[in-house]
């Protein structure tokens, strides 16, 4: 066997391991229920997976999910406003790719993990052959390596999330593109075309992926020649246009705008940019009145950057450097999606402690870019090399990152740059230890040690992971429905503790009642109406305890 296959039949090896532990540690925990929480994302795909099952297969009405924060920011009929008809919410592929488990009536999650798995193994493979074109094979499999086992991506993949699979196919694409730089010919671009063109079917984030192909080519195609650019930019293009035909032909008959893919990309641009935003946008926050200012004046037809501009009143240096402040933070160690937590995860799934993340990841990549000189990474790009494509990766992705919420599952999209020059960087300290180059061994040194302090500092000045009370709530009211009073309660309890003072009043409410509950089954039904009278002083809306005391009085 070569060396490439027994690189490839290890990292295949470790792929599947990694994700059979991680999987295996679900079993009997809410997390492997996580999709039936209402108010996230995987819910709105499922949802829709099954409107289309249901016989709507052009999704002539898309689901537009109507979540608690959505309720807070403006009523229903102006939600309706700004959608614009026929236009999905989410990029729609992923719930085309789960339908036909609702047609069938399969629950689906452990299909969905299944592909999710599938995708994350494929993005090993395809780590390694792109990083071993640019660096060589041991960065190669360092790099697969690192994305076998990159915790959040594991964590992703245990969800009904669309994310694995877009990572999968910008790889993928990425890999054609490499290609075909190294020896511009053959169908690669328009073959890349396709896979992009697919993207874009699954995920928002497809526009800096394709754009950084297409300067990458056009820089190649530039030495062949004006034809050589040319070629290169029309087979691309042909082929992203084939890619996305299908939703192009969907929008044509529903009467859609034909390029439209979904309305997220700007209710999230709007969320993270309105003045109000929380910390200038560094994390979710609840939608304020100048937030719903902002979606009127879209849904009216102007530009959301003009309304954006409205709602700052012409701030723009503020809103600059907030924008700037994101890009900063995409350098935190922390991780903060709004679907999943890491720290939450790593309760439960023991593999992701023994799991590399970005405190790791971004290290090792600072010491890969001190490994080339300046006018090598500058040379590549000029020549058009397979390295160029990773500056022009990160030059567009961190900008496209910094727009929105920085430490979401959009970071995922840093890895196609980072893992290659993590993987020549571990490559790199390894031989300088090897070969006893103290002078060499310490400038790679003192770039990992640069990137630590800065991430370090980063985390002190925004916190920005951490704890989330919505976690624990989620799991116990699974727990309920599993009829497990006693798991429900000990998990609030648990929230409770490790959130200490932090811990919202909404937390110590279900504490309340998940107590009182334990109490009524117990035969206390004193102690459990005391419980679910405190819980109504916290919250006199608290509908469960009021029905529960209720039945106590009859």
């Known amino acids: 066997m070569t060396r490439t296959g027994r690189h490839l039949m290890l990292l295949l090896a470790a792929a599947l391991v990694w994700r059979a532990l991680v999987l295996a540690s679900l079993g009997g925990h809410p997390l492997a229920e996580w999709h039936r929480w209402d108010q996230s994302d995987m819910a709105v795909y499922l949802k829709q997976a099954e409107r289309l099952a249901g016989g709507d297969w052009l999704a002539r009405r898309p689901v537009r999910p109507e979540h608690a924060w959505m ?9 309706a406003s700004w959608y614009p008809p026929g236009v999905f919410y989410q990029a ?44 060589g094979p041991a960065a190669g ?50 073959l890349a075309g396709v896979v992009v063109g697919v993207l874009a079917m699954l995920h928002e984030g497809t526009p800096p992926i394709a754009l950084a192909l297409l300067l990458a080519g056009l820089a190649r195609g530039r030495r062949l020649g004006a034809r050589g650019a040319a070629g290169f930019a029309a087979l ?70 003009l309304a954006v501009g409205s709602a700052w009143q012409g701030d723009w240096p503020r809103l600059l450097l907030n924008w700037a402040r994101r890009a900063l933070a995409l350098l935190s160690p922390a991780e903060s999606p709004d679907n999943t937590a890491l720290p939450y995860f790593r309760l439960y799934v023991p ?84 070969r006893r180059r103290p002078v060499r061994l310490a400038v790679l040194a003192a770039a990992l040690l640069l990137a630590v302090a800065i991430q370090r500092g980063i985390d002190r000045a925004w916190p920005l992971g951490g704890w989330r009370a919505t976690d624990f709530s989620v799991a116990s009211r699974i727990y309920l429905d599993w009829r497990e009073p006693a798991r429900a309660l000990a998990e609030l309890e648990r929230g409770q503790e490790l959130l200490g003072a932090a811990a919202p009043k909404a937390l110590a409410v279900e504490l309340a009642q998940a107590r009182g509950l334990n109490l ?6 004193a102690g459990a109406a005391r419980e679910y009278r405190r ?12 029905e529960r005391l209720a039945g106590l009085d009859e």
């Open 71 to 79: 309720a807070a920011a403006a009523a229903p009929g102006r939600w």
């Open 92 to 135: 729609p592929l992923y719930s085309y790719l789960l339908a036909p488990l609702a047609w069938a009536g399969v629950e689906p999650g452990w299909p969905a993990r299944a592909l999710q798995a599938l995708a994350g193994i494929a993005a090993c493979l395809l780590m390694y052959g792109f990083t071993r074109r640019l660096f």
């Open 141 to 190: 499999l360092a790099a697969g390596l690192a994305t076998a086992a990159y915790a959040p991506l594991l964590m992703i993949e245990t969800q009904p999330l669309k994310e694995p699979l877009a990572l999968a196919l910008a790889l993928a694409a990425l890999a054609l593109v490499a290609g075909w730089l190294r020896r511009p010919r053959g169908p690669a671009p328009l």
């Open 236 to 305: 691309f293009l042909l082929g992203a246009l084939l890619g996305f035909a299908p939703l192009l032909a969907r929008n044509v008959a529903v009467g859609a705008p034909p390029l439209a893919i979904s309305t997220r990309p700007a209710i999230t641009w709007a969320l993270a940019n309105h003045p109000d935003a929380l910390e200038g946008g560094l994390r979710w926050s609840n939608p304020t009145p100048r937030f719903a200012e902002m979606m009127d004046e879209v849904a009216a037809g102007r530009p959301l950057p």
């Open 351 to 434: 593999m992701l402690w023994l799991s590399l993340d970005f405190a790791i990841l971004l290290p090792l990549a600072a010491v890969g870019l001190a490994r080339r000189r300046p006018r090598a990474w500058w040379a590549a790009l000029r020549r058009g090399s397979p390295m160029a494509l990773t500056l022009l990766w990160l030059a567009l992705m961190v900008p496209a990152l910094a727009a929105v919420f920085p430490l979401g599952r959009l970071r995922l999209f840093l890895l196609p740059a980072l893992a290659p020059l993590a993987g020549l960087g571990a490559v790199g300290l390894l031989a300088a230890l090897r």
């Open 520 to 525: 009524e089954l117990a035969g206390d039904r």
């Open 535 to 546: 819980a109504l002083t916290l919250d006199p809306g608290f509908a469960p305890a009021r």
